[in-house]
């Protein structure tokens, strides 16, 4: 076992989602807490209660600006849980949301909030089911925090870990990245950059759901790139199973306006947040039907086979160009985009 | 139905859990995120998966300071969920937990926190399965918020509504009221008073299974009464189930130091928080036995019966004292001590 750095003081970059985020976990969290569900430091924690296997996910929204192209903190709050269940294989059925109120908080901006959480729950399905609120004095929280659980019904026709993935799978992804990274930058107003772009904050379950029907036994892994982006999570994958992934730069959905501000910006599309895409990890024979399938739900068109599983160099993503040269791509370090989500 | 006030903008007392809170949750959020289960307005929500009756809470804490006599955010972050679920008469299973961090938060502070929630959960012999860091700037949060999901499994023994509540009822109290409250306040240096006095801050799961042991079928209600006290709790539930809860002033357990803080502070120790306390309502024939199951718990020995189910006034809290006059307890109004939890 590594020995861990301790941390001396909590970092902008201990949220980001990257290398910092994970020593954060390893290193304080998972010794202090351990139990095997926890272990597995999945999206979602799988139980297995009284026979029936569910699924739970926690996640907290911190977002800034409180509303911007595409969403607001309340509809991403829901599809940010909802999401975390689809990806774990798991289809929602209720949600529960706590609220920290900054004092001075127009009620508008919270009547806002609360409905665009209530619409978003309603077209997911699900319903929040209770929540609790609480009110911190004036400076002490930056307008509203607001964490959201969710509990799903697992789909027994999966079987999703790290340790299914083998050399030759695919890797799906279900569209072009890092439209809610740049949208929240921009929208920030602190760049003399504008761009034509919105989130991408959408509910994942039909995608996952069409997905499932049509190549069930093939998936190996899903994952939704938020924080640190498709890098990351992919690292993340190649280290949790031991492979090598490799992805082939030019299949990556991208638009041209992130591309854009991504080369100003000095930053990686790679590392950029999504708030409405998903990884999938395909076995060969049937990435095909799982790309098809996604296609055909409104909003996947763009949805690509991006690469595929080596067995070596391990625990390492690749990127590939056009050319034949190739590059390794690293997790996120630092954060270079705060309270993204 | 009543037309509600519209909410300008929040207030402390829109987090105090007494009218203000009722206030907020009644006019905003149930009128947008309706539905049956939310509706119910309990501690916790029951949901029947696949023909399984399961129990979910959550609950955000934001007490200042972190850490107090008797405990600190991290273990009432625990206690507080599964108290939740204990008094909605379900066994806990897996608790989630998000943090929201302030950058500049020193590591050792967070690491005491982590250790705090693993050996209260430890102790409710309950796993933290999964959950969610965010970091916000420093000055964005008051060190950290923590909130906490639970889910549990519903005992079947038991029908708690407040539906059932019927005037002959026994009120029964698990032990001294206001003992959180008045730490915390204490805590807080802001005052020129001090007492030996510290959190009740526990896990209520062992009195609630003892009670359900003895006396399952004549448990109604059951509800820990924390932001707004005791008074509020039996005000919700007076209103909820259309009958006079009587309470008898001198049988109500409260410490000297609690009573002499309140006195000189001009508060009222009913409306003052509690984390280690529950209310039942017990069937008159099953009220002794069920005290006595209490009492025979460790920490339960000031268990009492402090009052009566009447018919009339109806939705009415009335406490009785020992020279037989009666005064109207009302709900708590307004924040006294704000960021109690």
Chains 1, 2 share one sequence.
Not at 43 to 71: H, M, N, W, Y
Request: contains cysteine; charged residues 20%.
């Amino acid at each position: 076992m590594k020995t861990q750095r301790r941390i001396e003081q909590i970092e902008m970059a201990h949220g980001a989602g990257g290398k910092a985020s994970r020593r954060l976990i390893e290193g304080v969290i998972l010794p202090a807490l351990a139990n095997p569900v926890l272990e597995t430091l999945s999206d979602a924690a799988l139980l297995t209660i009284e026979g029936r296997r569910l699924a739970v996910s926690a996640d907290g929204f911190v977002v800034k600006p409180l509303s911007f192209p595409g969403g607001s903190i309340g509809s991403l709050a829901v599809h940010g849980t909802v999401n975390d269940l689809a990806v774990s294989g798991a289809r929602p059925v209720a949600l529960m949301t706590t609220l920290v109120l900054e004092a001075g908080l127009s009620g508008e901006t919270l009547e806002r909030e609360i409905d665009a959480m209530a619409r978003a729950a309603r077209a997911c399905g699900v319903d929040v089911v209770g929540g609790d609120t609480k009110v911190v004095e004036h400076g002490m929280a930056d307008g509203m925090y607001i964490s959201t659980f969710g509990i799903g019904v697992v789909d027994e026709r999966l079987t999703l870990s790290p340790r299914n993935v083998r050399p030759g799978d695919r890797v799906l992804l279900s569209g072009p990245i890092g439209d809610h990274g740049i949208t929240i930058l921009l929208a920030r107003g602190e760049l003399e950059l504008e761009a034509e772009i919105e989130s991408d904050s959408r509910s994942l379950t039909p995608f996952v759901e069409a997905m499932c029907n049509a190549a069930a036994t093939g998936i190996r892994w899903m994952r939704d790139p938020t924080r640190g982006g498709v890098a990351t999570a992919l690292n993340e994958l190649a280290r949790d199973a031991g492979v090598c992934v490799a992805i082939d730069e030019d299949a990556i959905p991208l638009r041209d306006e992130v591309r854009g501000a991504c080369e100003i910006l000095g930053l990686d599309p790679l590392h950029i947040a999504n708030e409405g895409q998903f990884l999938a990890i395909v076995s060969n024979d049937q990435a095909d039907r799982a790309l098809e399938a996604v296609r055909n739900v409104a909003g996947g068109a763009a949805a690509a086979v991006i690469g595929e599983v080596l067995a070596a160099p391990a625990a390492t993503v690749i990127s590939r160009t056009p050319y034949g040269g190739t590059r390794v791509v690293d997790m996120l370090v630092g954060d270079p985009l705060p309270r993204i989500c």
